[in-house]
């Protein structure tokens, strides 16, 4: 990335002026407000909405880093829509911008693994890993390791995935959200009292909302729909003891008073917990 030198001013018209060797950039706030709704967008999985508003950002704001970050944004949105040869544009336009953008190559690498491409992901994971090594800031280091691990369990790569994970871990061991992603490698490889201990740790570091409650009710789901061998919510609640359904159905409640709604879960919820 081209050293810049920065000197910031916040003027009445709510501008932020950075002076580079490239040249001088302006982000208004207004930009900034509208990259992070976007982004709230695409971690809520509104791709289509998150899409529109990265479209905006790209047509309205000329900073150097509001089309980095609006590239990078468009690129998730598209690969959430699983449109991975225009979120591969989309990264690619970005990496025209900042060839060292760890979200565009992270994006890239996504598209490029929906496109089939798989040695392509893997070169590109690989400059992300050695991005990450000089990188002296702990917590984004830990970030990327994060989502590279990501990356690993999407492709069922559950050894590699968890090995990336402890190493975010690692770095930055009060980030909750490692550990809810932790939890959920642990649940897809079946590793379920190890994914609620993550989940138990997650809460335990302050992360105490649907995503993480959510999660949980869906493995003890998982937990009982496998010890007793069905799917079938009359005959699970049926089966299940009366310890397994309390357990469930306050895990069920509290995922609800923090915000969580699942209709599948409503309709369990009237089998089981009676």
């Known amino acids: 990335m081209k050293t810049c030198l920065r ?16 040249g001088l950039v302006t982000t208004s706030n207004g930009c900034y407000d509208l990259i992070q709704k976007a982004r709230n967008q695409n971690v809520s999985g509104d791709y289509s909405d998150a899409l529109a508003n990265f479209n ?6 000329d900073a150097y880093d509001a089309k980095e970050k609006g590239y990078a944004g468009k690129a998730t949105a598209l690969n959430g829509l699983h449109q991975y040869n225009e979120a591969l544009g989309a990264a690619e336009a970005g990496l025209k911008v900042d060839k060292t953008s760890i979200d565009n190559l992270f994006e890239k690498a996504i598209a490029e693994q929906g496109l089939g491409m798989n040695d392509e992901a893997k070169a ?9 090594e000089k990188n002296q800031n702990k917590a984004e280091r830990a970030t990327i390791y994060a989502k590279i691990a990501a990356i690993d369990s999407r492709q069922q790569q559950y050894a590699d995935a968890l090995n990336n994970i402890k190493q975010a871990m690692s770095l930055d061991p009060a980030n909750a959200d490692f550990y809810i992603l932790q939890g959920d490698m642990l649940s897809s490889s079946g590793r379920y009292p190890e994914a ?6 997650a809460i ?23 010890k007793y061998g069905t799917e079938n919510a009359s005959v ?3 089966k299940m003891n ?3 359904k309390k357990n469930l159905c306050e895990t069920l409640r509290t995922a609800q008073d923090r915000g969580m709604k699942d209709i599948n879960m409503d309709l ?6 009676k």
Do not use: P
């Not at 570091?205 to 496998?226: C, I, Y």
């Not at 369990?268 to 917990?273: D, F, K, N, P, T």
């Open 268 to 273: 369990l919820q009237v089998a089981v917990c």
């Open 196 to 201: 609620m201990d993550s989940y138990d740790q």
């Open 56 to 61: 905006e950002v790209l047509k309205k704001c």
């Open 242 to 244: 009366a310890s397994e």
């Open 7 to 22: 000197f910031v001013f916040l003027v009445l018209s709510g501008f932020v002026f950075t002076h580079c060797k490239s």
């Open 204 to 226: 335990g570091k302050g992360r105490s909302d649907a995503v993480v409650w959510k999660a949980k009710t869906e493995l003890l789901v998982r937990m009982n729909q496998k």
């Open 124 to 132: 590109n994971l690989a400059m992300i890993i050695s991005l990450t």
């Open 236 to 238: 699970l609640a049926a």
